[in-house]
């Protein structure tokens, strides 16, 4: 069974934001996370609160994570702590000089449940259009709802 992707269109006034954004289905978040240039945003449907994170592979192993803290959405992120792979699976750890703001408590809070399809749903998961591999702007259905565009997929982990 495969699960349905919406396409949303959000406006917020007080933010200043519009656009088409993707919900992904719950068992391809955590590829499009660690696919390698993954943006997202986590917002909490009952609150309103909501986070843009940022997680890119680093050079060397893991996944470094940045929060989105200005107006640029392409510049604007600031690194709040680093995902590392371990036998138990991905873990985050918060960035030892980062501020414990209210959006790195959250991902701290959610990741772990990211990892284990266990988000609640009233946390709405939300990819910004592009693989999260290349980042290039995904156009065909398919690559919308996985997250990944089709060259991405074919190349799988590598």
């Known amino acids: 069974m495969v699960e349905a992707t919406s396409i949303t269109t959000v406006t917020e006034s007080t933010e200043g934001i519009t656009g088409a954004v993707a919900s992904l289905a719950v068992n391809r978040r955590l590829a ?8 997202f945003t986590l917002r909490n449907s009952l609150t309103g609160n909501r986070f843009t ?39 985050f750890t918060p960035h030892y000089r980062a501020n414990p703001s209210q959006a790195m408590r959250a991902f701290a809070w959610a990741w772990p449940r990211l990892v284990t399809n266990t988000l609640p749903p009233e946390i709405e998961f939300y990819h ?4 999260g591999r290349c980042h290039r702007l995904l156009t065909t259905p398919e690559s919308i709802a996985s997250g990944i565009g089709p060259k991405c997929a074919e190349l799988g982990n590598r």
């Open 32 to 39: 499009f996370c660690l696919a390698g240039h993954a943006i």
């Open 53 to 91: 994170y940022r997680i890119r592979a680093r050079r060397r192993q893991g996944f470094s994570v940045a929060l989105l803290h200005g107006q640029d959405n392409e510049s604007d992120y600031m690194g709040i702590g680093y995902i590392t792979q371990y036998a138990s699976g991905p873990q």
């Open 128 to 131: 910004a259009g592009r693989c």
